[in-house]
C-alpha cells in the first residue's frame, strides 16, 4: 500500500509520491481493515507452517528447548529477524 508522507509502509519511497484524494479516502476506509487482516493471516501462516513441520519431522513436546538453554549453551541473544525483511 502507497500511504503519502508515511515511511512506514510496504513501499519505500511512499513519501515522495503524492496520491490523488480519492485514493487517501480509500485507503482511510479499508487501510486498516487491510492491515489487520494481513497481519492476523500471517500469524494463522506461522501457526500452519509449525504445525506442518512439527508434523512432517515428528517432533516431539521434549525435543523443543527454552530461550535460556540457548543462551547457556551460548547461543546468540541478538533479536530474532523481522519477517518483513525477507518478503
Known amino acids: 500500500m502507497i500511504r503519502s508522507g508515511n515511511s512506514s509502509t510496504l513501499f519505500k519511497f511512499s513519501y515522495y509520491i503524492r496520491s490523488p484524494l480519492s485514493i487517501k479516502e480509500l485507503y482511510r476506509s479499508h487501510g486498516e481493515g487491510i492491515k489487520t487482516s494481513l ?49
Open 39 to 87: 497481519e492476523t493471516l500471517i500469524r494463522r501462516y506461522d501457526a500452519l507452517l509449525l504445525d506442518l513441520l512439527e508434523r512432517i519431522f515428528n517432533v516431539k513436546e521434549t525435543d523443543f528447548v527454552s530461550r535460556d538453554d540457548l543462551m547457556r549453551c551460548g547461543f546468540p541473544s541478538d533479536p530474532e529477524p523481522d519477517p518483513i525483511n525477507y518478503i
